[in-house]
């Protein structure tokens, strides 16, 4: 159920070698990394997927660089992207412009590339998490995400993931991130409905874990 994720602005390149090593062998879905950091040297048969963020992590960028970005992405080795919303149009509740702006990336990269759609929740209110969700699902996107892990106002919480689960129901995976440091974040997101950990210290997060407790839907994540 974990994206590991190395996304240090300050990263080196030893540093995503590193990150990719640690996630081929702790088993996770995929690593996750930024778009000029492709593309990735994966053993052969590991089965990790390449996640790629898209428009990170502010949003500001215009929908045809987004769109631009996520295509490069694609054709570097990335199986998903996980693109950042204009959060200041959510605020003004400009959730067409929200929803045009995921739709031009969806359709820059088609299925079977996954699109994760990164709302920022704890910048949003209840209402704007639900509408946000709801332009996500209208414009083709895969999973809702709650956030960038790099945003003052906070990363994912249950009460969020509630909310999106909610919105979304079993038709959208959830990828919980940003502040997943613990066995106990991890099961608290899972339970309240997440179906994906976006997790930097993964190794942490699984060290102290019953693999009985959470059995990994099928998929890879709905």
Do not use: Q, W
């Amino acid at each position: 159920m974990i994206d590991h994720t190395f996304l240090k602005p300050e990263g080196r390149r030893e540093d995503v070698e590193g990150a990719v090593a640690e996630a081929v062998e702790l088993g996770t879905y995929s690593v996750c990394v930024s778009p000029n950091e492709l593309p990735l040297e994966l053993p052969e048969g590991s089965g990790v997927r390449v996640t790629a963020v898209c428009g990170f992590p502010s949003g500001k960028h215009d929908s045809s660089v987004k769109a631009a970005e996520a295509a490069l992405a694609v054709s570097r080795g990335a199986d998903e992207i996980d693109m950042v919303i204009d959060i200041g149009a959510a605020l003004d509740g400009r959730f067409d412009a929200v929803e045009a702006d995921i739709r031009a990336v969806r359709d820059a990269v088609p299925a079977p590339t996954v699109l994760k759609v990164i709302i920022e929740s704890a910048a949003l209110d209840d209402d704007a998490i639900t509408a946000a969700c709801e332009a996500a699902e209208a414009a083709g996107a895969d999973f809702v995400k709650t956030s960038t892990g790099f945003h003052s106002a906070g990363g994912a919480t249950v009460r969020s993931v509630e909310i999106m689960k909610r919105a979304v129901a079993d038709r959208l995976g959830i990828k919980a991130s940003g502040g997943i440091r613990s066995r106990a974040d991890a099961l608290a997101m899972v339970r309240a409905g997440a179906t994906r950990l976006g997790v930097s210290r993964s190794r942490e997060v699984l060290s102290d874990a019953d693999a009985s407790a959470v059995s990994a839907p099928e998929s890879g994540g709905y």
